[in-house]
């Protein structure tokens, strides 16, 4: 369900490239609303890091409205994603994804109608898999 | 993470200096270790780490300056002190003669606290049968015998002089692996040096940067990072001619462009880049690697091919 690797030479360092992936494995509803992550250190083993660098990037991902820490318990994905960015915040970020999106049609030679249609596509793909993936 | 801040630290360095005749090889060096810590220690070769390592576990005296080790002087160690520190030497050797299991049992025969299952273990980790010879080891099998050896008595303190040097892609991440297991205990701290940043960056808390006898960054790995900033500077023409300023650590001319590395990067600094008008100042992200590079790297300005002249 976690499984991924680590670019451990890449210039993402360790705790990012972890955000990003389970920001990603939420998005795609790889992982469930409400499902349990594994605890920290076990994850580290699994990954051959310092713990720490877990528990950093759970911080993260709690304080912004992805996971939420139950005591006692362990850390789960937000039953609801919590919306905890500025609307600001929001428009930077998604200009940002959009921009590499751009760059990248621009540079295989896609005209704006067909970026548009393939996105909307995506979208509805990833709707129905949500959906279908059982929200329960 | 490093808990109770009244604690002393495990290792603590003041102020040293160590020359070997007149030659200084380490010059005021401070540094503290906080109980619980994976520290890493970098440094090109030749910068002292070895002899640092060798001070602060008293088997060298220092010139001037100080060292401790669990808050004792550690000219005068006591034996039961020395049995809590596990230390690895550079290059892992090993009595030749011996089996696997001899070794063991020779190296246990020291330590009242020895703990067979995890020098089995690791043994196992690195692929060693007790029969094996200690002198028909490979170099990756030798360093997991080494390793197994030394944590076996379970050190509250684990000093390890470069272990990963000479190690394959898989001994390495044995390696890692066990120093990880070992600080599952929280109160287990691990000082290490190495050559290897990704395997630093995945395991260390800390990091020390030593450079020309200098100890010049102790910080956590992600500080180390932001602090080293890399910019391009495009141009409609020939870049003007590169500034100079405290905490430039790099810069690299082409024909349009101007990359610079910075430490320490401050508001004033990108005001300075500013002023040089270029079309667009653009961020890059570094590797650990990279920045690393670039910090403990000959400073000055390079130029692709020019030996040093404006580029064409």
């Excluded at chain 1, 005591?71 to 921009?99: M, P």
């Excluded at chain 1, 393939?118 to 990833?126: C, D, G, I, N, V």
């Excluded at chain 2, 810069?251 to 880049?273: C, G, H, I």
Aim: proline share 5%; aromatic share 8%.
């Amino acid at each position: 369900m976690l499984a991924f690797s680590l670019v451990p030479t890449s210039d993402v360092p360790i705790y990012r490239q972890i955000v990003q992936h389970i920001r990603r494995a939420v998005a795609q509803g790889k992982l469930q609303l409400g499902e349990q992550l594994p605890p920290g250190r076990t994850l580290a083993e699994e990954l051959v890091i310092n713990p720490n660098t877990v528990a950093r990037a759970y911080q993260e991902l709690i304080r912004d409205g992805v996971l939420e820490s139950r005591s006692g318990v362990g850390v789960f994905v937000a039953a609801r994603v919590r919306q905890v960015f500025s609307q600001a915040e929001r428009d930077r970020r998604l200009a940002h994804a959009i921009e590499q999106v751009l760059y990248e049609a621009l540079l295989l030679d896609f005209s704006l109608p067909e970026v548009r249609s393939a996105l909307e596509e995506q979208w509805k793909t990833h709707q129905t898999q949500t959906q279908a993936g059982g929200r329960k | 993470m490093s808990t109770a801040t009244t604690e002393p630290p495990v290792i603590e360095i003041d102020h040293l200096t160590k020359y070997y005749g007149r030659r200084e090889v380490i010059s005021d060096l401070s540094l503290q270790v906080a109980r619980g810590t994976i520290y890493g220690f970098l440094g090109r070769n030749g910068m002292g780490k070895t002899t640092t390592i060798r001070t602060f576990l008293g088997l060298e005296d220092a010139t001037r300056g100080s060292a401790r080790v669990f808050g004792l002087d550690s000219r005068t160690l006591p034996p039961e002190a020395r049995a809590r520190i596990g230390y690895l030497p550079e290059g892992h050797h090993v009595y030749g003669w011996m089996t696997v299991k001899e070794c063991g049992q020779f190296q246990a025969s020291y330590y009242p606290a020895w703990n067979q299952d995890i020098f089995e273990t690791v043994l196992t980790h690195f692929r060693l049968t007790a029969k094996m010879k200690a002198g028909h080891l490979s170099r990756g099998q030798r360093a997991g015998l080494c390793l197994a050896l030394t944590l076996a008595p379970e050190p509250e303190l684990l000093v390890l002089d470069d272990p990963a040097l000479g190690l394959d892609p898989v001994a390495r991440r044995s390696l890692l692996q066990s120093m990880l297991y070992v600080t599952r205990k929280a109160d287990r701290t691990i000082f290490f040096s190495s050559h290897l940043l990704s395997d630093v960056e995945r395991v260390a808390d800390r990091i020390a940067v030593l450079d020309g006898k200098v100890l010049r960054a102790d910080c956590t790995v992600e500080k180390f990072r932001q602090q080293i900033r890399h910019f391009v500077l495009k141009f409609r023409d020939q870049p003007p001619p590169t500034p100079n300023f405290p905490g430039l650590l790099e810069s690299f001319r082409t024909d349009r462009e101007l990359a610079l590395t910075v430490v320490n990067y401050t508001p004033q600094m990108e005001n300075r880049l500013e002023a040089l008008q270029p079309m667009s100042i653009e961020p890059v992200d570094l590797t650990l690697e990279d920045a690393f590079i670039s910090y403990v790297g000959e400073r000055g300005e390079k130029t692709f091919f020019t030996n040093g002249k404006d580029a064409r």
